[in-house]
């Protein structure tokens, strides 16, 4: 597509967008402003999350889902409350596999193996149950947002004992022992189901699948079931250093107890199989906070300069995904980000056109069980505010924190 095409759909797509917004803002369901397929026509796989910014909004499964639902858990009213009040938004990343435990998957069904009868009914929901992603990926995209699945790919090393015998068992019979290649195909079962409701698939844990040089073949296994998604696939991350030597944060302030130093995540493109960065901060247990000053004196201004990097050839969008709290997706955990910084990290990403979401959570309690934690949703819907207005206001500007310094300052 030449460029002058490339400016019009996206001049199209910005009025539309900003037309949907406005009559959120008058109180007109966005559902009736948006039609039920996407028409927007994007130039490569990924130009729609240039600018997007978006949240998570975890949906575990397996049996561990079952055991939610009979608990409380209102999948539905959350994803709801997130078409209501954060017409913004432009993308979500939700759940294909549990973040950690990857042998859950929220759908019971595979068009390749029958894995309640073949593997074990544990690692799936029930048929009552597996709708549930489906309706909640359909009310986002009917309000116009992308979908992108996160899938765990570390061939369910955890298992307990007993449940991987079973996943031994069943490749070793199938597949001729080739564990990779049963993998391979049951994941291929999953995206031929899930396709026509996902944009995007978000790989992690690949560093097994890196190792055993299996990793490009994955890769390709996804765009062939589902030609045209956007993929992001990182097993190895990428951070700032000087004459060879990575950058390191000695202290993070006055009130700064941790001893540890640690890198400063970088979101350069590390591969040209993959479309988008994984957006993963420096680790939380190496004693990086999610929103460290030293991502707002070197990351983001990386990002500004230039949100799209080339890799041997292959362009690839940056993305940032920002945990709300010192864990992920834990609602126990402590939240980390305010409305002024996390607006701040947004605001600066989506004028730069690249590409953040929040690692937001869904709560465990009480009547909000599966919405999005209240603290945490009153932060995003400050932020969606603020990006709906007209003109949009300025954020605070950055200050280094008192006392914040790198190694050798």
């Known amino acids: 597509m030449n460029t002058i095409m490339k400016r019009l759909y996206t001049t199209v797509f ?3 967008f900003l037309f949907a917004c406005s009559k959120a803002k008058e109180g007109v369901k966005i559902e009736e402003e948006v039609p039920e397929e996407i028409i927007t026509e994007p130039t490569t796989t990924v130009d729609w999350l240039a600018g997007s910014w978006g949240v998570t909004f975890p949906i575990y499964g397996g049996e561990r889902l079952d055991s939610e639902v009979s608990g409380g858990y209102a999948y539905l009213n959350g994803a709801q409350q997130i078409v209501d009040e954060l017409p913004a938004v432009g993308h979500v990343i939700t759940n294909l596999t549990n973040f950690a435990k990857s042998y859950y998957f929220t759908l019971r069904g595979n068009d390749n193996v029958d894995i309640a009868t073949e593997i074990d009914e544990s690692m799936v929901p029930s048929l009552q149950n597996e709708s549930i992603i489906f309706e909640v990926l359909q009310k986002f995209r009917k309000a116009g947002k992308k979908n992108i699945l996160y899938i765990s790919t570390n061939y369910f090393d955890r298992l307990d004992e007993a449940t991987h015998q079973k996943w031994v068992n069943y490749y070793t019979n199938n597949f001729a022992g080739d564990e990779y290649l049963a993998y391979r195909d049951l994941i291929q079962g999953y995206i031929y189901r899930v396709k026509d409701y996902a944009d995007g698939y978000w790989l992690d844990t690949t560093a097994e699948l890196d190792d055993d040089g299996h990793i490009e073949d994955f ?21 700032f250093q000087e004459n060879g030597e990575n950058i390191l944060v000695d202290s993070d302030g006055l009130d700064d107890e941790d001893d540890r130093d640690y890198k400063i995540v970088s979101f350069e493109g590390v591969n040209k199989y993959q479309d988008f960065t994984s957006g993963h901060v420096t680790p939380l247990g190496q004693g990086a906070p999610p929103n460290s000053w030293a991502y707002e004196e070197f990351t983001m ?36 980000f305010g409305t002024e910084d996390a607006y701040r990290f947004t605001r600066t990403l989506v004028d730069a056109k690249a590409g953040i979401t929040f690692a937001t959570t869904v709560s465990d309690k009480g009547s909000n069980k599966g919405s999005l934690m209240t603290e945490e949703m009153t932060i995003m819907k400050e932020i969606n505010t603020r990006l709906l207005a007209n003109p949009m206001p300025n954020y605070v500007p950055y200050v280094r924190p008192e006392g914040a310094f790198l190694v050798g300052e």
Not at 219 to 239: E, K, T, W
Not at 308 to 317: A, F, M, Q, S, V
């Open 301 to 336: 201004p990386a990002m500004v300069a230039n949100p799209w990097d080339d890799y041997e050839g292959k362009t690839i969008l940056k993305h940032a995904w920002f945990p709300m709290r010192d864990k992920w997706h834990v609602a126990s955990a402590n939240l980390i």
């Open 14 to 16: 910005c009025i539309l």
């Open 219 to 239: 890769v390709q296994m996804i765009r062939d079931a589902h030609p045209g998604c956007a993929i992001s696939a990182s097993p190895n991350g990428a951070y």
